[in-house]
């Protein structure tokens, strides 16, 4: 398998597991990484994520953690036996409940990598005002970024377009950026996306690409024009 399938994480956005888990049959051999998202792990709970772990994949439980710092806590230890690489938190929790995020995934041998998400791939600057914040996207996305890694979390996701202003500022980090829509691909309810060589060459680790593979008339046709997008990318 090409080091390109290190840096594709294929979100598995479906109603139930068999759904989800005939794409990863047609995906197994090509692609090393799995998003489970809020409507696959409602539907179908840790039973999905213990299959992909079973099966070897790199798993990015992408539960997006928001609530107060002890809830927060709680519930990174409640996930931590199943065995996620990578779990994320909402940034706009606060530093108070960032720093009890890592603080509970430090005790444990099991945790999850934290990732931090600053500001939704799906928000522009209008949809940001009408929550009352008047910073522009890109701007907002580093204050949080900073929040995250001073209460202890290096790993972020932000859209494509500010990663390169993140690996700047925060070179340490572990980038990950939806967002991802290859030429001539529909933008969907996405409003700050690139394509998956441009997201990578400003600085992105990792790529979560959705509907670009699961909508598409044929998944595995998609998932290989993304994997040979990104191969040559350095
Ligand atoms: O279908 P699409 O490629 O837009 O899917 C993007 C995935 O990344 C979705 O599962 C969505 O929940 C997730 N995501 C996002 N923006 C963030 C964090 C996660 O789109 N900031």
Redesign the pocket.
């Known amino acids: 398998m090409s080091s390109a399938a290190d840096k594709l994480i294929v979100?598995l956005?479906f109603p139930n597991a068999s759904q989800a888990l005939a794409l990863v049959d047609q995906l197994e051999g090509r692609c090393r990484w799995f998003?489970v998202?809020l409507e696959l792990y409602i539907s179908a709970g840790n039973h999905v994520v213990l299959e992909l772990k079973k099966r070897h994949f790199g798993v990015f439980l992408?539960l997006k953690l928001h609530d107060i710092p002890n809830t927060v806590a709680g519930a990174v230890r409640s996930v931590a036996g199943l065995g996620a690489d990578l779990l994320t938190v909402h940034a706009g929790g606060g530093p108070a409940m960032l720093a009890a995020a890592a603080e509970a995934a430090a005790g444990l041998p099991q945790a999850s990598r934290l990732l931090a998400?600053t500001v939704?791939?799906?928000m522009d600057a209008a949809q940001l005002a009408a929550t009352g914040i008047a910073a522009r996207p890109a701007e907002q996305a580093l204050r949080l970024a900073k929040v995250a890694h001073e209460s202890g979390i290096q790993g972020l996701?932000c859209s494509p377009e500010e990663a390169a202003q993140m690996r700047h500022e925060l070179p340490g980090s572990i980038l990950v950026t939806?967002?991802?829509r290859p030429v001539g691909a529909s933008v969907?309810d996405?409003k700050r996306v690139a394509t998956p060589a441009a997201a990578l060459s400003a600085g992105a680790d990792y790529l979560?690409?959705?509907?670009?593979i699961t909508l598409a008339k044929d998944p595995v046709l998609a998932a290989e024009a993304i994997l040979s997008e990104i191969a040559f990318v350095k």
């Open positions: 979100a956005d998003k998202g992408d998400v939704l791939t799906s996701v939806p967002g991802i969907g996405q979560v690409v959705g509907r670009p």
